[in-house]
C-alpha cells in the first residue's frame, strides 16, 4: 500500500486554520480510500488522530522531517513548503510530489507586508524565486477553482514547464481542480454555546457570526459603520467573531485591519455589548456554533486577493445552511448566491452590508428550506469526493514527464535565493542601524543644549539639528 506523506506548516489539533483543515481533511479522506497516509506538523496537537499517523518535527532539525519523506512513496504540500523543504534540504525531493496551490499565498504576503510598513521591492523577488523553486519540484498540481487553474498555468509556462511533454498530457492529469470542502457528516449542536450562554448574548438576541479571523484582505471597517446604523434599527443584534488573531502569532502574525476594528468597538463601546470576540472556536465544536447562528457575514475588500481566494469560513456556512451576507468578488461568493443561501454586497458599500443584514435578520428562510435548497451542492464539495483526483494520482504515482529536466533547475534557483537572503539580512542589518542612528539624533534633538542652540540659531533663520 503507498505511503502518502503530507506536511503543513500549521496546527493539527482542536484549532486550526485554512491550511491545517485542507491537511487534515484531505488525510482523513485519503485514508477513507485505503491508503496510508502520514501527516507531518510542527504542531501535532490530536490526541486521537483516528487513522492517520500525525507525526511532529521540528524546524531547527532537518532530520526531524527527512525520516518521514525518506518513507513516503509521495509527499504533498502547500506551494511555498514546498520551496522551504528544498531549501532546508538543499537538494530537490526526488519522490512524486503533489504541490498544492490552493491558496495564491503570494497577494496575501504583499498585503501582509504593506500593512504593516515593512514592504520592499525585494519581497517580490524572494516570492517569485519560492514559486518557480516548487513549480519545478512538482509532478502533480491542484489548485481550487478554475480561475486558480489559468493563474497557475500561466506561472507553469513561465517556470518552463509548459512544454511539447507537459502539453501532450490530459489536463486534469496535471493540474487538477481540488477545491476546499465539507464533511460528509452534518454539523451537530449538543449543548448551546451562544445565547444565554456568553455574557451580553440573551437567548432571544439575533447572532450575526463571522466566522473565522481578521486578516489583512478583510473589512472589518465596512462593517462597523453597517453596525452603527443596524443598531438604529433594533438593538437586538450580536455580532460574534470567531477569533481576533491567529491562534499562533509565530504562524501568523497580528494584522493592522484587526487592530483598528478592536480600537472602534473600544471607542464606540460595543465590546461585551454588542460585538464578542471569541477565542478561535475548536473545529470540532464550531457547528454548534454554526446552527445556533441567525446570520453569517464574510466582507473582503482586496479585489486581486477575492478573485482567486477560496473561502474555508464560507464554506461553514454552507455546511450548516447558514443564510449570509457576502462580499462579491469570489467563486463561493457567486457559488452561494446562485443558490440563495447568501446576499451578496458590493465591497466596501456599509449601506449595502446593513440593508442585507436587516433584510436577512428579518425574512430569512428557514433553516430546514435552506437545508433543502442548498443539499445537492453540499453533496458535490464533500470532502470523500473532491480527492478523487488525489486519489487516482496514488493509485499510478508518476514523475512528469520533464521531470529531471525541471529539478535541474532548482541548484540555481536555491543559490539565487540564499544570495537573496545575504542581501536582505544586510539590509536588515543598514535599516537597523539608520534607526539607531534616528533614535540618537532624536534623542539629541530632545536635549536642553541643542534646544537652546536652535533658539539662537533661528534668530539667523537656520537650524543647527
Known amino acids: 500500500m503507498r505511503q502518502l506523506l503530507i506536511i503543513t506548516h500549521e496546527h493539527i489539533g482542536q484549532k486550526m486554520a485554512g491550511p491545517g483543515i485542507r491537511a487534515w481533511e484531505i488525510a482523513r479522506a485519503v485514508t477513507g480510500h485505503g491508503f496510508n497516509v502520514t501527516l507531518a506538523t510542527p504542531y501535532p496537537e490530536l490526541s486521537d488522530p483516528e487513522d492517520i499517523q500525525v507525526v511532529g518535527f521540528s524546524w531547527d532539525d532537518p532530520l526531524s522531517l527527512e525520516q518521514w519523506i525518506k518513507k513516503a512513496d509521495v509527499i504533498m504540500a502547500i506551494g511555498p513548503l514546498l520551496s522551504r523543504l528544498v531549501h532546508w534540504l538543499g537538494r530537490p525531493i526526488e519522490q512524486p510530489v503533489i504541490a498544492d496551490?490552493?491558496?495564491?499565498?503570494?497577494?496575501?504576503?504583499?498585503?501582509?507586508?504593506?500593512?504593516?510598513?515593512?514592504?520592499?521591492a525585494m519581497l517580490v523577488d524572494i516570492l517569485i524565486e519560492e514559486t518557480l523553486v516548487y513549480l519545478n519540484n512538482g509532478d502533480f498540481f491542484v489548485c481550487a477553482t478554475e480561475r486558480q487553474r489559468d493563474f497557475w498555468l500561466g506561472a507553469l509556462w513561465m517556470a518552463s514547464r509548459l512544454n511539447a511533454?507537459?502539453?501532450?498530457?490530459?489536463?486534469?492529469?496535471?493540474?487538477?481542480?481540488?477545491?476546499?470542502?465539507?464533511?460528509?457528516?452534518?454539523?451537530?449542536?449538543?449543548?448551546?454555546?451562544?445565547?444565554?450562554?456568553?455574557?451580553?448574548?440573551?437567548?432571544q438576541d439575533k447572532v450575526v457570526?463571522?466566522?473565522?479571523?481578521?486578516?489583512?484582505?478583510?473589512?472589518?471597517?465596512?462593517?462597523?459603520?453597517?453596525?452603527?446604523?443596524?443598531?438604529?434599527?433594533?438593538?437586538?443584534?450580536?455580532?460574534?467573531?470567531?477569533?481576533?488573531?491567529?491562534?499562533?502569532?509565530?504562524?501568523?502574525?497580528?494584522?493592522?485591519?484587526?487592530?483598528?476594528?478592536?480600537?472602534?468597538?473600544?471607542?464606540?463601546?460595543?465590546?461585551?455589548?454588542?460585538?464578542?470576540?471569541?477565542?478561535?472556536?475548536?473545529?470540532?465544536?464550531?457547528?454548534?456554533y454554526l446552527l445556533e447562528s441567525d446570520v453569517g457575514i464574510g466582507l473582503y475588500d482586496q479585489p486581486f486577493e477575492s478573485r482567486y481566494a477560496i473561502r474555508a469560513r464560507t464554506l461553514d456556512y454552507l455546511w450548516a445552511s447558514l443564510p449570509c451576507v457576502l462580499s462579491a468578488?469570489?467563486?463561493?461568493?457567486?457559488?452561494?448566491?446562485?443558490?440563495?443561501?447568501?446576499?451578496?454586497?458590493?465591497?466596501?458599500?456599509?449601506?449595502?452590508?446593513?440593508?442585507?443584514?436587516?433584510?436577512?435578520?428579518?425574512?430569512?428562510?428557514?433553516?430546514?428550506?435552506?437545508?433543502?435548497?442548498?443539499?445537492?451542492?453540499?453533496?458535490?464539495?464533500?470532502?470523500?469526493?473532491?480527492?478523487?483526483?488525489?486519489?487516482?494520482?496514488?493509485?499510478?504515482?508518476?514523475?512528469?514527464?520533464?521531470?529531471?529536466r525541471a529539478r535541474k533547475r532548482i541548484p540555481s534557483l536555491v543559490k539565487l535565493r540564499r544570495e537573496n537572503d545575504d542581501l536582505r539580512r544586510e539590509n536588515d542589518e543598514l535599516r537597523r542601524e539608520n534607526d539607531q542612528l534616528r533614535q540618537h539624533l532624536e534623542a539629541l534633538r530632545e536635549g536642553r543644549v541643542v534646544r537652546l542652540l536652535n533658539q539662537v540659531y533661528r534668530i539667523f533663520g537656520k537650524t543647527f539639528l
Request: some cysteine; aromatic content about 10%.
Open 329 to 404: 468578488g469570489d467563486e463561493m461568493a457567486d457559488l452561494l448566491g446562485a443558490h440563495d443561501l447568501a446576499l451578496i454586497v458590493p465591497p466596501g458599500d456599509p449601506h449595502a452590508v446593513a440593508d442585507a443584514l436587516l433584510r436577512s435578520l428579518d425574512s430569512a428562510p428557514c433553516r430546514s428550506e435552506l437545508d433543502r435548497r442548498v443539499s445537492s451542492l453540499r453533496d458535490t464539495l464533500r470532502w470523500s469526493r473532491l480527492v478523487e483526483p488525489i486519489v487516482q494520482f496514488l493509485k499510478e504515482p508518476r514523475l512528469a514527464p520533464d521531470a529531471q
Open 165 to 203: 511533454s507537459t502539453l501532450s498530457m490530459d489536463l486534469e492529469n496535471w493540474i487538477a481542480k481540488v477545491p476546499m470542502g465539507i464533511p460528509d457528516d452534518p454539523p451537530k449542536r449538543d449543548r448551546p454555546v451562544l445565547k444565554g450562554i456568553v455574557p451580553g448574548i440573551g437567548p
Open 209 to 288: 457570526l463571522w466566522m473565522g479571523g481578521l486578516w489583512e484582505w478583510t473589512d472589518p471597517l465596512t462593517l462597523a459603520t453597517a453596525i452603527e446604523q443596524v443598531l438604529t434599527c433594533r438593538q437586538d443584534v450580536r455580532w460574534v467573531f470567531g477569533a481576533l488573531h491567529h491562534y499562533d502569532e509565530r504562524v501568523v502574525p497580528k494584522m493592522s485591519k484587526a487592530a483598528r476594528f478592536l480600537e472602534k468597538c473600544q471607542e464606540a463601546e460595543w465590546l461585551g455589548r454588542y460585538v464578542f470576540f471569541l477565542d478561535w472556536v475548536p473545529y470540532t465544536q464550531r457547528g454548534a
Open 101 to 120: 496551490l490552493y491558496d495564491i499565498s503570494q497577494i496575501e504576503q504583499i498585503l501582509i507586508f504593506t500593512y504593516a510598513g515593512s514592504y520592499s
